[in-house]
Antibody
């Protein structure tokens, strides 16, 4: 069974950084592109970015390129999202998802990030 | 960015009814379109990809169609478990973009 489990969310002050993790199981992690998508409270979905199997290609939505960094550790079957200079507009549920490679066939349960003083 | 406009924003339908949700792209996306279902408090689930291909395990009452800039998701014989918000997503151009969603409720 494919499972994606995000962690690392919580309350963070404006301007601070936070790193999310996504633990993958039930499939060959190093065979797939992986991505991050977020959803602000009561809002729609926003694609953050993606990373290919060997981390040689990483793409971001332009507005987040200078704030967010995606990485992966294939030995640990884990995907990461490093977020910096966080603002209230970054308050959202963050999902990791398996990509095929441009749409998402499995999603994690999501992790909430709240940016507030 | 390609803008995806979904309609209607919300929809109320009866059990057994047929429902159609539309998605209009701001430019031709060559059938690079997926549909997702998101139930309250849950993560999205893939229903349709490549505009009309049914994801494994998705009931056959769901179907997708369209081409160019216009796409639709059809739900035949609406069931209570279909109450959810539905999103379209284009993946023809970077960045991938989603529609704002259609909230489907039971009448």
């Amino acid at each position: 069974e494919v499972k994606l489990v995000e962690s690392g969310g919580g309350l963070v002050q404006p301007g601070r950084s936070l790193k999310l993790s996504c633990a993958a199981s039930g499939f060959s992690f190093n065979d797939y592109w992986m991505g991050w998508v977020r959803q602000a409270p009561g809002k729609g979905l926003e694609w953050i970015g993606e990373i290919n199997q060997d981390s040689s290609t990483i793409n971001y939505t332009p507005s987040l390129k200078d704030k967010f960094t995606i990485s992966r550790d294939n030995a640990q079957n884990t995907l990461y999202l490093q977020m910096s200079k966080l603002g209230s507009e970054d308050t959202a549920i963050y999902y990791c998802a398996r990509q095929l490679p441009y749409y998402f066939d499995y999603w994690g349960q999501g992790v909430m990030v709240t940016v507030s003083s | 960015d390609i803008r995806m406009t979904q309609s209607p924003a919300s929809l109320s339908a009866s059990l057994g009814e047929t429902v159609n949700i539309e998605c209009l792209a701001s430019e031709d996306i060559y059938s690079d379109l997926a549909w997702y279902q998101q139930k309250p408090g849950k993560s999205p689930q893939l229903l349709i990809y490549n505009a009309n291909s049914l994801q494994n395990g998705v009931p056959s009452r769901f179907s997708g169609s369209g081409s160019g800039t216009q796409y639709s998701l059809k739900i035949n014989s609406l069931q209570s478990e279909d109450v959810a918000t539905y999103f379209c997503q284009q993946y023809n151009n970077y960045p991938p973009t989603f529609g704002a969603g259609t909230k489907l409720e039971l009448k």
